[in-house]
């Protein structure tokens, strides 16, 4: 069964603070692993795509791994701000245009 | 101003009726997609169009109709055969449909059935 899984399932962290969210995915084929953050009653914002080649890719203080073998993928946050409490969605897409959604990881940053 | 809009942002429906979910964008993408979200779930895809008059159905489409006779729109239309449509509604666009390109998000419809 093509699923999406995430842990937690909620995370509380000091502001200033790393932390790391999970997902594993049983999608096959695969093509691509996309992580989203959701505000509270807000659309998803993309943060990276990674291929099958990729293993890393950052975008600021995001950066998101790959392990295709495993079919792990990370989402590592480096001191965290207040502004990055919402839900974070990890997405495979399943060629030709399936896309297989997380049920997402709600992060909540306290000052 | 690019991006991609929805409207109502909050929307009531009694028992029975039909209503009509916009979405509009201006990003001059191809695709176009519809997505439902309810509380811990995933989205679930109801209906996307790789182009203009031409859509095909999600995973979750019965209750729904959808049309694509513009290139920026894609209403949305929840009839009274869906059984639970109280729901977050999440409307998407895309350049294209290739495997890298990007899902862009309007602000959501929440509906709620009364």
């Known amino acids: 069964k093509n699923q999406v899984e995430q842990s937690p399932q909620s995370l509380i962290i000091l502001e200033g603070k790393n932390c790391t969210l999970q997902?594993?995915?049983?999608?096959?084929?695969?093509?691509?692993l996309r992580w989203y953050k959701q505000d509270t009653g807000r659309g998803p914002v993309s943060l990276t795509i990674?291929?099958?080649?990729?293993n890393t890719k950052s975008n600021g203080r995001y950066t998101a791994t790959l392990d295709a073998d495993t079919k792990q993928s990370s989402l590592h946050i480096t001191a965290s701000q207040l502004s990055d409490s919402a839900s974070y969605i990890c997405?495979?897409?399943?060629?030709?245009?399936?896309?297989?959604f997380g049920t997402g990881t709600r992060l909540k940053v306290l000052a | 101003d690019g991006g991609i809009t929805q409207s109502p942002k909050y929307l009531f429906r009694k028992e029975g009726q039909n209503v009509t979910l916009s979405c509009e964008q201006n990003?001059?993408?191809?695709?176009m997609y519809w997505y439902r979200q309810d509380p811990g779930q995933g989205l679930r895809l109801i209906y996307y169009?790789?182009?203009?008059?031409?859509?095909q159905k999600g995973d979750i489409a019965e209750g729904y109709s959808v049309s694509r006779e513009k290139k920026e729109s894609f209403p949305l239309t929840v009839t009274s055969a869906q059984k639970n449509p109280t729901a977050f509604y999440l409307c998407?666009?895309?350049?294209?449909?290739?495997?890298?390109?990007?899902?862009?998000f309007g602000p959501g419809t929440r509906l709620t059935v009364l």
């Open positions: 997405v495979v897409r399943r060629p030709p245009y399936k896309y297989i």
């Open positions: 997902c594993n995915y049983t999608v096959s084929p695969f093509s691509n």
């Open positions: 990674m291929t099958f080649s990729e």
């Open positions: 169009s790789q182009i203009v008059n031409d859509f």
């Open positions: 998407a666009s895309s350049i294209g449909d290739r495997d890298t390109d990007t899902q862009y």
């Open positions: 990003l001059n993408h191809d695709a």
